[in-house]
C-alpha cells in the first residue's frame, strides 16, 4: 500500500468547493468568495491531481532518468494526458478570475464549463473508463459531477452564506429539491459503477477493495438520515426560531462526506474484483480479513455464519443508528451524531466481515 490515494480526498473536496464557489455567488449575490481563495482552490486541484502521475513515475524510476519517464508519462499513459488538461483548464479558469473585476452570466457559465472539463478529465482517466470505455466514463462523470456539485454548494453556504433567517429560507427553497434529485443521481450512478466494477459484491468483502466499498455504503446511510434533518427538518427550526444557525449543521454534513471521499480515494486505488474464483479469492485475501478469518479456509461463495459477536455488533449498531436519530431531533450536539453515525458504520462493518469470516 502506498501513500498516493491521500491525494483523492483533497482533490474531490477542491473539486468540490470549486464548484460551489462558482454558482453560489451567482444564485445569492450576498455570498461573497475572496478570489485568492479560488486561486488556493485551483491550485489544490493542480497539485493532488498530479498524484496518479507521480505514482507511475516513481515506480519507473530506477527504470531510466525521471525527465525521460515524465515525458513518457505525460505523453503515453491516460494519467498524463488527463493531466495536461488539467493544467490547462486550471490556466484558464485562472486567468478568468484575474482578468474580470465583476462575474456576469456568461463568465460565471463559462468558469463553469471549465470546471465540468476538469471533471470529465478525471473521469477519462478512471478505472471505469479504462475498463468499459465511453459507457464507464459518462456513468463516472455523472457520479462524480453530481457529488461535488451537491457537496461543493452545501460547503459553501456553510461557510460563507450571512446568518439570516431569510438567507436560509432563500437556501433551502432551491437547494433541498436539487439536492434530493442530485441525491437520486449519486444512488443510480454509484448502483451501476458498483455492479460494472463489484458484480460479485458479497463474496469480493475478502478483498481490499470490497470492503472499502462496503464501508463507503455503510457511511451513506448516517449521511443520508444527516441529510434529511438538514433539509426537512431544519426549515421547520429556521421558521420556528429565526436566530437558529444551520452553519453547524451542514458542516457536520461536510464531515461525513469529508469520511466518505476518504474511503472513496482509498478504494480507487485498490485493484477491482472482476472475476472472482475460489482461486483468486485465496490471492487477493485482505490482511483484514485473514486477521478475521484466522487461517481459517476462504470459502467461494462466502457463507454467512449467525454467531453471537455478530448479532451483539448488529445490535450494537441498530443502537448507535438510533442514537444518532435522537441527538438530530432533540437538537443535541450534531458533532455527537456524527460520531454515532462514523460508529455506526464501523460496528456494522465489523459484523458484516466476521459473519463471512
Given at each position: ?45 493542480i ?53 474580470k ?18 471533471i ?10 479504462s ?11 455523472i ?26 429560507k ?97 478504494l ?10 475460489p ?56 458533532y ?7 460508529l ?14
Open positions: 500500500m502506498n501513500w498516493y490515494w491521500l491525494g483523492e480526498p483533497f482533490l474531490y473536496i477542491f473539486l468540490a468547493l470549486l464548484l460551489g464557489t462558482i454558482i453560489l455567488p451567482r444564485i445569492h449575490p450576498n455570498i461573497q468568495v475572496p478570489k485568492m481563495k479560488m486561486v488556493w482552490v485551483v491550485t489544490g486541484i497539485i493532488f491531481s498530479f498524484f496518479p502521475v507521480l505514482r507511475i513515475i516513481v515506480f519507473f524510476a530506477n527504470d531510466t532518468n525521471w525527465f525521460i519517464i515524465f515525458r513518457s508519462v505525460m505523453l503515453s499513459f491516460a494519467e498524463g494526458k488527463a493531466y495536461m488538461w488539467t493544467l490547462i483548464f486550471s490556466i484558464l479558469f485562472m486567468m478568468m478570475i484575474f482578468t473585476r465583476q462575474m456576469s452570466r456568461v463568465h460565471t457559465v463559462a468558469l463553469l464549463l471549465i470546471a465540468i472539463g476538469l470529465a478529465t478525471l473521469s477519462w482517466s478512471s478505472h471505469s473508463s475498463y468499459f470505455g465511453m459507457v464507464g466514463f459518462w456513468n463516472h462523470f457520479h462524480l459531477f453530481s457529488v461535488t456539485i451537491w457537496a461543493g454548494i452545501l460547503m459553501v453556504a456553510g461557510r460563507y452564506m450571512p446568518n439570516s433567517a431569510d438567507n436560509w432563500a437556501f433551502l427553497s432551491w437547494y433541498h429539491p436539487f439536492a434530493v434529485v442530485v441525491m437520486i443521481m449519486i444512488l443510480l450512478s454509484g448502483l451501476f459503477l458498483n455492479f460494472r466494477t463489484d458484480p460479485d459484491y458479497v463474496n469480493s468483502w475478502v478483498t481490499s477493495y470490497g470492503q472499502a466499498l462496503l464501508m463507503k455504503h455503510l457511511l451513506i446511510v448516517p449521511l443520508l438520515i444527516m441529510a434529511f434533518f438538514n433539509g426537512f427538518i431544519m426549515k421547520r427550526r429556521i421558521k420556528n426560531n429565526a436566530h437558529f444557525n444551520p452553519k453547524t449543521w451542514l458542516m457536520a454534513e461536510g464531515i461525513l462526506i469529508l469520511v466518505i471521499y476518504i474511503i472513496t480515494g482509498f480507487n486505488q485498490q485493484p477491482a474484483p472482476h472475476e472472482l474464483n482461486e483468486t479469492m485465496k490471492l487477493s485475501a485482505s490482511g483484514l480479513y485473514n486477521w478475521f478469518n484466522q487461517g481459517g479456509p476462504i470459502l467461494y461463495p462466502v457463507q454467512f455464519h449467525v454467531q453471537t459477536f455478530t448479532v451483539f455488533m448488529y445490535l450494537l449498531a441498530l443502537g448507535t443508528i438510533i442514537a444518532m436519530y435522537v441527538v438530530l431531533k432533540q437538537n443535541k450536539n450534531v455527537a451524531a456524527v460520531a454515532f453515525g462514523v455506526f458504520s464501523l460496528v456494522s462493518f465489523v459484523g458484516f466481515i466476521h459473519s463471512v469470516s
